[in-house]
């Protein structure tokens, strides 16, 4: 379910003013924060990852909570992976904080500088945004990503997390503001509005003016309600109509195990692959094998009438419809299409995508070469899997989140697009003649 309505509006006052001091106490944290050293904010995050392992039992216990009332709820497969903690992804998950500490901090980066003719100096260097709100659906690594980035470049964080994690979140936020306490920095650096439910994540969104950007992170409704109605500036986030195309010169062992990585390598996450696109001259060789393995992992296959006929007397093959075309499964499906060239598979990727990731396999470089210039998704893979799209794999440490749109960020964010940039003018008396 969507975690704010459409229709849904903050009327209590009462929330409205709470989450505005919320806010408030951020901004005045964030200016503390926008002081401190490298060391400081380095020595903070590895006492948030150690706190996160000393309380791991702790938010397990939380977690299970969690996960009973989804299960109850008929919570999905892929959103019940999304959601478990366990001791190993707890440990995954301080060890990305700790990789987040040796980033280099982005705060007072040089991003251009000169000298103009008449003796002005200039710079261009990166300073935090101040204040960073976050909504996002069942993820309670989101939680830990948000801190450690928001902490790393300069930033308090306000967090409304969902009720589906509403008991980990509680625990994790309260054990990271324990240890921010600790090392001498305010617990208002991360704070969570979680307690004043749907309203609050509105009132977040109306809080113009104590809030300086907001990204959601979660499922295409939640996503469009928070870019329709925020009135803080907002960095969108996309969901994830991830396509792999085989293409007739691809190696067919090669395409295989793209595929199977794209897919079933954990299957409720954004960078999961949900279509499959076949160049019609390598269908014969490469769908039966690759529909076997498919199989195998328990995949259903959602088949158009060309590939139908390569999945015959296959168990999980049924007919695809228009809708299976625009879907973000998050599930142990996907969506297979015979093309009968690359313009057809680059048309119909045109038409379906999110703008997340694609993946084409293929030997030629002409195919390539294509394909990346005329696919306009933030990230696009040649012969690998679709599940590299992420702010770890690709060296940034945690990220917090994947933005499909094309102003300041685009693609996995991490310390750089948490960050704004400022002029600083060094003159001797200079006047505007």
């Known amino acids: 379910m969507t975690e704010i309505s459409q229709t849904e509006t903050a009327t209590s006052v009462d929330v409205n003013s709470a989450v505005r001091e919320v806010a408030s106490r951020a901004k005045s944290a964030s200016r503390v924060l926008a002081t401190a050293t490298r060391a400081t904010k380095d020595a903070a995050l590895l006492a948030l990852a150690q706190a996160l392992v000393d309380n791991d039992e702790r938010i397990i216990t939380a977690n299970k909570i969690d996960l009973d009332r989804g299960k109850a709820g008929g919570m999905t497969p892929g959103l019940l992976d999304r959601l478990a903690l366990d001791t190993p992804r707890i ?20 991003i251009r500088g ?11 260097i990166r300073v935090p945004m101040g204040v960073v709100g976050m909504i996002y659906e069942a993820r309670p690594n989101v939680t830990v990503d948000a801190a450690a980035l928001g902490l790393k470049s300069g930033n308090a964080v306000i967090l409304r997390g ?36 749907r309203p609050g994540g509105v009132a977040l969104m109306h809080a113009r003016g104590l809030v300086d950007v907001l990204v959601p992170r979660g499922g295409a409704d939640l996503i469009q309600t928070v870019v329709r109605e925020a009135t803080v500036p907002v960095i969108e986030t996309g969901t994830g109509n991830c396509h792999v195309y085989v293409d007739e010169s691809a190696d067919i ?87 009968n060239s690359l313009d057809d598979a680059i048309a119909h990727i045109q038409q379906w995508t999110s703008g997340h990731t694609e993946a084409i396999v293929t030997k030629s470089y002409e195919s390539s070469e294509r394909f990346i210039a005329e696919l306009d998704s933030a990230a696009i893979m040649v012969n690998a899997s679709t599940r590299f799209t992420d702010g770890g794999q690709f060296g940034l440490g945690a990220e ?23 002029w600083i003018v060094m003159g001797d008396g200079h006047i505007r003649p």
């Open 253 to 339: 062992e090669t395409a295989i195990n793209i595929v199977m990585n794209s897919k079933t390598q954990r299957v409720g996450v954004c960078n999961a692959a949900e279509t499959l696109l076949v160049h019609k001259n390598v269908a014969e060789q490469f769908l039966p094998a690759a529909f076997a393995a498919l199989r195998s992992a328990n995949v259903t296959v959602h088949v158009d009438e060309n590939a139908a006929a390569f999945g015959a007397g296959l168990d999980g093959c049924v007919p695809a419809t228009q809708e299976d075309w625009a879907t973000e499964y998050l599930s142990l499906d996907l969506a297979v299409k015979v093309v």
């Open 114 to 124: 000169s000298r103009l003719p008449n003796g002005l100096r200039l710079r261009q």
């Open 400 to 422: 917090i989140g994947i933005s499909t749109q094309k102003l300041h960020a685009r693609g996995p964010m991490g310390l750089p697009e948490l960050t704004t940039s400022k």
């Open 91 to 110: 440990a995954a998950i301080a060890d990305a904080l700790r990789e987040v500490a040796a980033l280099p901090d982005p705060v007072g980066e040089v």
């Open 162 to 197: 969902g009720s589906a994690a509403a008991a980990s979140n509680e625990v994790i936020v309260e054990v990271l503001r324990e240890a921010l306490e600790t090392e001498g920095l305010p617990a208002d650096l991360i704070q969570s509005i979680d307690a004043y439910g």
